[in-house]
Structure formats: structure tokens, C-alpha cells
């Protein structure tokens, strides 16, 4: 994949040179994620309904940050509202969590609240930062 797309704000930057660091931090949150939502329910004081609009921001935003076009921009909402689909249907599974339509519809506010991150100034800062380890880094 080349890095650059049809984000206007990130067209003339050059393409990512850590870019298997940050989807590998991307998948990490992921791992995070399932483990945390497959694990008996801890009562966070939080809505549970805000606390999976969140964590679906974050996810989709990160993701979006990384996007190089639209169309892997779409990839990523299909994807992370698959994703959270999965992990509802696997809570189902557990004698302990149970799957609910409203969880999915909050993760998937979350995915579209997040994904508009791509059409932001930050993939120009991500850009800017992953030049900037990458000197240090890989020298």
C-alpha cells in the first residue's frame, strides 16, 4: 500500500516510514480490547453505553490516522464494526457476559465519531511525529 490518497490534508506529506509500528500498536489496542470485553464485567462507573462509544473512537481514530485513501478508510469501518459485532457475539459464548444490540450500535457511533479524525490535521501530525522517530530510530 502506498501512502498516499485522496486525504487533502495529507497528500503532499511523504508516506510513513514506521507504518508497521503503528498498525502493530493498533493491533495491540485490538488484543486489548477483546481480552478486556471477554473478561468478567467490572463495574467501571462509566455508562457502559459511553465507555464502548469511547473505546470505539479511539480505535477508529487511530485506524483512520493510518488510512492512505477512502477506500481503506471504509475498510476500516467495515472492519471495526465487524470487529465489534464479534466480540458481542463472543461475550455471548461466556457464562458471565452477555451480548447486547445497544453495545453494538454505541461501538459503531464510535467507529463513525472516529473515522471523521481522518479528514483532520492529525494524520499531517502523525506524519510529522513518525518522521521525526524515524530519524532517531533507524539510524
Known sequence: M???GDNPLSESMPPLK??????????MMLLGVAVLSLMPSPDIG???????LATYFFL???????????????WTVIGLVGYGMLIELLQGMTAYRYPEWGDVLANGAGVLAGILLYFSPLPRL???VDARLARILLR
Open 18 to 27: 514506521l507504518v508497521k509500528a503503528w498498525y502493530f500498536i493498533g493491533a
Open 2 to 4: 502506498t501512502q498516499s
Open 126 to 128: 502523525l506524519k510529522f
Open 60 to 74: 477508529s481514530g487511530w485506524f483512520s490516522l493510518l488510512a492512505v485513501n477512502r477506500i481503506s478508510l471504509g
Open 46 to 52: 462509566v455508562s457502559d453505553k459511553l465507555a464502548h
